[in-house]
């Protein structure tokens, strides 16, 4: 088939390489001259793992190509992706829809046939009823079916969810567009992935609901980490004894610094907004939002009270800025928040993360980068773990506390177990234990 991906940021370039991958014919547009250069050079513009070599290997076999002229590839396309950005909306935390309705139009105006154009972005309910709307404003004389299809992609293991998918949802109650979708992702039901087909708008919603959902599970459980402190208890064991309940699960039940990221906190902002508009409010998610907001600065507090409440002219080493490992993505991670505590309170802050550095420091400029763990570390009266990187699960913990004016961790991820490392020398402080 011929797919055309409107869209070469995070979801369009993992979905368009995944589905070249399956035998796909798939070019992908951008707007953005510069990042097409960079993907004709084979750099690419977000680290995900895997994903370089991936796209070098479709980009030889002929069957991934990238370019800026939208007209030109949605010609003859059978299936056109729109996968641009849904940032939140300023003032009222609304998905800012202006490039899908820009693509959308621009769709219009190029297409010469029947095609089925499918939402990948995450959208608000409703959203593919004003896309089918402009559609058919502008294109009266096509049969252009409109269909939505979330992602659910995890950064950092985006291949693997696209290949190996808990489930694919599909909204559409048009029977030829269905059947458009089921030869798109023929590759994956022929190994049984579930596909679940739905209306359009509970396709929508269903995206808001799982992000929602899991962002309600990671709150959760760093409240009750916090109640884990105070009474003396060990939130990794109360997550174990949980998560293996199969009405629970085990996943997202990992006490830390709050969720970040470009999904969480972007969503659940979205879902309140569509809840409030339609006047049935989800008072868990807001919530979910108001804690965890609060929790990132909280666990800024708590590494100044690891400095025995005095942060004034000390210096702490700060190792991870990523919302999570495995990706460079510094959008609403835990560590924009903590640092700025650290700094408002008169700290010196050094910092160190395998990936996130360069995005960091447009963020972050009044912090000094480091080349690695140790060298942040050096001189510094407190060093943090707000990532849990893999090159920070291994760490020398006597060389660390040898480079340190004071041995003092705040293990924010619960990466080590606290007998070793006081056992190293440091005063030792994590999460919920």
């Not at 139009?105 to 608000?124: C, D, L, M, W």
């Not at 980490?225 to 009474?231: R, S």
């Not at 924009?336 to 360069?358: N, T």
């Not at 291994?394 to 060389?399: F, I, N, P, Q, V």
Request: proline residues 5%; contains cysteine; negative net charge.
């Amino acid at each position: 088939m011929k797919i055309t991906m409107i869209g070469s940021g995070y979801v369009g370039l993992v979905s368009g390489a995944c589905f070249s991958d399956f035998g796909h014919d798939v070019v992908c547009v951008d707007k953005d001259e510069s990042k097409i250069a960079a993907l004709h050079a084979g750099r690419m513009p977000i680290y995900e793992p895997g994903l370089e070599q991936l796209v070098a290997s479709n980009v030889a076999a002929g069957r991934l190509t990238f370019t800026a002229d939208l007209a030109g590839a949605v010609a003859g396309a059978d299936a056109i992706f729109i996968a641009v950005g849904t940032p939140s909306r300023r003032g009222d935390g609304h998905a800012d829809l202006t490039y899908v309705f820009e693509a959308t139009r621009e769709i219009a105006a190029a297409v010469t046939g029947p095609v089925v154009v499918v939402t990948k972005s995450t959208v608000p309910v409703g959203t593919g009823d004003r896309v089918e709307e402009i559609l058919r404003e502008e294109r009266p004389d096509l049969e252009i079916a409109v269909v939505s299809n979330p992602e659910f992609l995890r950064e950092g293991a985006a291949i693997g969810d696209f290949k190996r998918p808990d489930r694919i949802v599909i909204g559409t109650e048009d029977e030829a567009a269905r059947q458009v979708m089921r030869d798109v992702y023929r590759p994956l039901y022929m190994n049984e992935s579930p596909i679940l087909f739905t209306g359009r708008r509970t396709s929508e919603l269903i995206k808001y609901a799982a992000n929602a959902f899991l962002a309600t599970k990671i709150t959760f459980i760093n409240e009750i980490a916090d109640l884990c402190e105070a009474v003396g208890a060990n939130v990794q064991d109360v997550s174990r004894g949980i998560g293996l309940d199969n009405r629970i699960g085990g996943k997202f039940l990992h006490a830390g610094p709050g969720y970040g990221g470009s999904c969480f906190p972007k969503d659940t902002l979205a879902l309140l907004k569509t809840a409030e508009d339609y006047e049935t409010p989800v008072r868990i998610v807001e919530a979910v939002v108001s804690v965890n907001d609060t929790r990132k600065r909280a666990m800024g507090r708590k590494i100044i009270k690891a400095l025995s409440e005095d942060a004034k002219g000390k210096t702490v080493a700060i190792l991870g800025l990523t919302f999570k490992p495995n990706t460079d993505d510094m959008r609403d991670a835990p560590s924009l928040a903590i640092v700025q505590s650290l700094l408002d309170a008169g700290a010196i802050v050094r910092a160190y993360d395998p990936e996130g550095m360069e995005a960091a420091k447009a963020m972050m400029p009044d912090i000094t980068y480091c080349k690695s763990p140790y060298e942040a570390a050096a001189d510094a009266d407190a060093v943090a773990i707000v990532t849990e990187w893999d090159i920070f699960r291994a760490l020398d913990l006597k060389r660390l506390a040898g480079v340190m004016t004071a041995p003092v961790m705040v293990d924010l991820r619960n990466v080590y177990r606290p007998e070793d490392v006081r056992r190293a020398g440091f005063a030792y402080s994590s999460v919920g234990r």
